[in-house]
């Protein structure tokens, strides 16, 4: 079995910073892209920012500039430093990951259970 486990999460006001952390455990062979998302009160779940094995990273627009995302293949682990904090960056962030369990030739994409972002004005 493989779990991820999202942290990192908390209250912060406006123009601060948080730090997210993300972390696989379990029968990993290898892990593909890694990605985060997350999801406000009633609008549907976004991607936030993702990172392939490689390193190559995108980010959405609205985070451009502020949010930072990186990864540890060594430790199965990935990052999101986010600055700059918005009140619209409030939101419940997801981490997500493509990743191939030992024995199996398919990749599966697992995810977190979540971690609150409350940013207050």
């Known amino acids: 079995q493989v779990q991820l486990l999202d942290s990192g999460g908390g209250l912060v006001q406006a123009g601060g910073s948080l730090r997210l952390s993300c972390a696989a455990s379990g029968t990993i062979s290898r892990i593909d892209t890694m990605r985060w998302y997350r999801q406000a009160p009633e609008k549907k779940r976004a991607l936030v920012a993702g990172?392939?094995?490689?390193?190559?990273?995108n980010y959405a627009d609205s985070v451009k500039g502020r949010f930072t995302i990186s990864r540890d293949n060594a430790e199965n682990t990935v990052y999101l430093q986010m600055n700059s904090l918005k009140s619209e960056d409030t939101a419940v962030y997801y981490c997500?990951?493509?990743?191939?369990?030992?024995?199996?030739?398919?990749?599966?994409?697992?995810w977190g259970k979540g971690t609150l972002v409350t940013v207050s004005s």
């Open positions: 997500n990951a493509d990743i191939r369990e030992v024995g199996a030739h398919v990749y599966d994409t697992y």
């Open positions: 990172i392939t094995r490689e390193g190559d990273t």
